[in-house]
Every structure is written in structure tokens, then in C-alpha cells.
Nanobody, 124 residues
Framework: QVQLVESGGGLVQAGGSLSLSCAASGRTFSSRRMGWFRQAPGKEREFVAAISWSGGSTYYADSVKGRFTISRDNAKNTVYLQMNSLKPEDTAVYYC?????????????????WGQGTQVTVSS
């Protein structure tokens, strides 16, 4: 069983930055792929970024590539999402997800556990 708790969301002006954190419980965090997804009002949940268990492999959605950075600290059971040059279209609830060991994945079904989400609002 893995529990995930996101933090760091908030309101920021366009062009600004936010850093999200996801703290995981359980002893298996260091062996799991981790991902960030987001869901805007009236839209489906979509992939943002993912990272392998070691941190050696990362994937990004085209819409955030070059602006967002995913990283992890296995000693702290935490995964991060650094978001720079934020745009109003980045406004959404951001979810952290954990899946079995393996390469990062863009698919929602590749993840077993989900956090409760944290709101990110970017004003124009």
C-alpha cells in the first residue's frame, strides 16, 4: 500500500514558477515509477511528466517540455515537479501517481496509486 500527499500548489501569475512535492509512504517508493498528471475543469486527466525508479529516465508531455522538470529523492520518499514559465492553460488540479517498477509511462493505467491532488491556478 502506498499513500501519496501532494503539496505546493497555489495561485501564480503567468510567467511565474511553482514547485510541487509529493510525499509517499511505504518502503517500496524507491522501486516505483512516479508520474504527475493534471485535470482541468471539464477535461480528462492528462499526462504531465514521469520518472523511472532510479531517476535516470524521464518523460514529458509536449505541452510542458522545456518548462517543467520532474525529479525524485528516494531517501526522502518524495517526487517533485518544478514548473517554470507557467501559462494560464497550465491551470488544473495536479495529481501525483505511483506505479510498479519499470520505465516511466504516459498512461494513467500504468499507475496503481494516486494522491488527492493540489490546485494550480495561473492568472493572465
Amino acid at each position: 500500500q502506498v499513500q501519496l500527499v501532494e503539496s505546493g500548489g497555489g495561485l501564480v501569475q503567468a510567467g511565474g514558477s511553482l514547485s510541487l512535492s509529493c510525499a509517499a509512504s511505504g518502503r517500496t517508493f524507491s522501486s516505483r515509477r512516479m508520474g504527475w498528471f493534471r485535470q482541468a475543469p471539464g477535461k480528462e486527466r492528462e499526462f504531465v511528466a514521469a520518472i523511472s525508479w532510479s531517476g535516470g529516465s524521464t518523460y514529458y508531455a509536449d505541452s510542458v517540455k522545456g518548462r517543467f522538470t520532474i525529479s525524485r529523492d528516494n531517501a526522502k520518499n518524495t517526487v517533485y515537479l518544478q514548473m517554470n514559465s507557467l501559462k494560464p492553460e497550465d491551470t488544473a488540479v495536479y495529481y501525483c501517481a505511483a506505479g510498479p517498477t519499470g520505465l516511466p509511462s504516459t498512461r494513467l493505467t500504468a499507475y496503481d496509486y494516486w494522491g488527492q491532488g493540489t490546485q494550480v491556478t495561473v492568472s493572465s
